[in-house]
Every structure is written in structure tokens, then in C-alpha cells.
């Protein structure tokens, strides 16, 4: 057995490891050196279409691991204020007073903080103010779909950030979700357990 076909053993090894990890910053280190082990052995044996694969996965997997590590990165920053590890991700964004911010059944792409204004949930005839999370339910949601109907009543300043990046936050990071669910608890009603929430 050459030099290569130990890469090649070494890189396999790898791989069929990244299906046993549970933390995604790990798997994609592990993923990477597998993607660099088995470059190395399919070009060493010129075995191309292998070489191809893996030449293509290597980025994929390299920007994924940086994304994750600067969500890591923001997290350490922010000490103890989970949800401040939001800040680095957020953009903002305005609605125009009248305008329909999203409705029942549309697709959940991004989650939501009021800076200033008021939004109308249609459903619950209730109203969202300054400094409260919106949509963040729809984001979890299996179907990703709105659970209701969200419209600005006034000029509306809002922080969005993608749901992938709320998902990959909460996934490698459980104090940020643990953060967000309280929140969503905070948002039901006290004798009211069954009350929609819209999201």
C-alpha cells in the first residue's frame, strides 16, 4: 500500500466520522481535512471524477466552517446577553405605514426586531411595539410557512436576520435558542395557554 492509498484511508476514515458528530463546527473540520485527504489521494492516483467531488465540496464546507466560526466569534463578544449575538447578523430594514410586512402561509425567510413603529398581527388584533421579536415562530415552524398576518401601522424601522442563520445560531449554540424561547413564552397570555401566536 502506497503513500496515497493512506491518504485515501485516512480521508474515508474522515468522512464516515462526520456522520457520527453531533456539534456542526467539529464535523465541518473534520469534513475539510477529509476533503483535503481524499484531493490528495485521487490526484495522486489520478482518479479524476473523485478529484472533481472533492474539489467542489472543499469550499462548500470551507465557507460553511466560517460562518460558523464567526457566529462563534459573536457569541464570545457578546458574554452573558444571548440574543446580543444577534447584533453582527442583523440588517435593517423599512416598512412603509400600510404596507403588509407578510401574510398567512408565506414562506418564513427571516425573523424580525422592532427598532421603532407599531405592526398590526391581523389575526390577534394585537399590536407588536419597539424593541419585541416578530416572526420567529414561522422560522421553526416544520413548513416554514407564517402563521398569520403582520401589517405596519405606522413607519416601521425593523431588524431582520436570515432564518438559516437563526437556525444555524440556535443548532450550534442552544443558549441562543433557549433565549428566543423564552421570549416566545413572555408573548402568551397569562390564563390563555391556548391563544395562537402569530409568526
Known amino acids: 500500500m502506497d503513500a496515497y492509498e493512506v491518504i485515501g484511508w485516512v480521508g474515508a476514515a474522515l468522512m464516515v466520522s462526520t456522520f457520527a458528530m453531533k456539534r456542526m463546527t467539529p464535523l465541518r473540520v473534520v469534513a475539510v481535512c477529509a476533503n483535503v485527504a481524499m484531493i490528495t ?3 495522486g492516483l489520478q482518479i479524476y471524477p473523485v478529484l472533481a467531488l472533492q474539489t467542489c465540496l472543499l469550499p462548500i464546507n470551507v465557507f460553511r466552517l466560517s460562518q460558523l466560526l464567526e457566529i462563534g466569534r459573536s457569541l464570545k463578544d457578546s458574554g452573558n446577553n444571548s440574543l446580543a449575538a444577534l447584533a453582527p447578523h442583523l440588517r435593517t430594514t423599512h416598512v412603509a405605514a400600510g404596507e403588509v410586512l407578510f401574510r398567512i402561509g408565506d414562506h ?13 398581527l391581523e389575526e390577534l388584533q394585537k ?5 419585541e421579536l416578530l416572526g420567529e415562530l414561522g422560522v421553526f415552524a416544520d413548513q416554514q410557512k407564517r402563521s398569520g398576518t403582520a401589517i405596519a401601522t405606522t413607519d416601521v424601522e425593523l431588524r431582520t436576520i436570515p432564518a438559516e442563520t437563526v437556525r444555524q445560531l440556535c443548532l450550534q449554540h442552544p443558549d441562543v435558542g433557549l433565549a428566543l424561547l423564552r421570549m416566545v413564552l413572555e408573548r402568551i397570555p397569562h390564563g390563555a395557554p391556548n391563544e395562537p401566536i402569530i409568526g
Open 41 to 43: 489521494y485521487a490526484w
Open 127 to 131: 399590536t407588536v411595539h419597539p424593541g
Open 108 to 120: 418564513s425567510d427571516q425573523m424580525y426586531i422592532v427598532e421603532s413603529g407599531e405592526i398590526l
